[in-house]
């Protein structure tokens, strides 16, 4: 079992910064992928980006040269910094992880952290 918590959202104006953060539970986190999606109104999750147990990341277009995820196994967290953020950016953003242990499949959600960029 893992259960994430996400923080770290807010109110910025376009151009500025925002860290988030997704601290996990269970002995399992650091063999996961953790991943952060986010959910425009009245849109489909998509994928913004994703860092694997090895350090591997993958992003969206969108976000390339802009936002950075990473974890930190040792703290149990996941975070996505998000630089030159833009009134398009505006969702709630959540953390999944995903593993494959023993032909189990781990797959779980965080609540959600609003991200409001001003224009």
């Known amino acids: 079992q893992v259960q994430l918590v996400e923080s770290g959202g807010g109110l910025v104006q376009a151009g500025g910064s925002l860290r988030l953060s997704c601290a996990a539970s269970?002995?399992?986190?650091?063999?996961?992928?953790m991943g952060w999606y986010r959910q425009a109104p009245g849109k489909q999750r998509e994928l913004v980006a994703a860092?694997?147990?090895?350090?591997?990341?993958d992003y969206a277009d969108f976000v390339k040269g802009r936002f950075t995820i990473s974890r930190d196994n040792a703290k149990n967290t996941v975070y996505l910094q998000m630089n030159s953020l833009k009134p398009e950016a505006t969702a709630v953003y959540y953390c999944?992880?995903?593993?494959?242990?023993?032909?189990?499949?781990?797959?779980?959600w965080g609540q959600g952290t609003q991200v409001t960029v001003s224009s």
């Open positions: 860092i694997t147990s090895g350090g591997s990341t």
């Open positions: 999944n992880y995903k593993a494959t242990i023993w032909w189990i499949q781990y797959d779980y």
């Open positions: 269970g002995s399992i986190f650091s063999r996961g992928t």
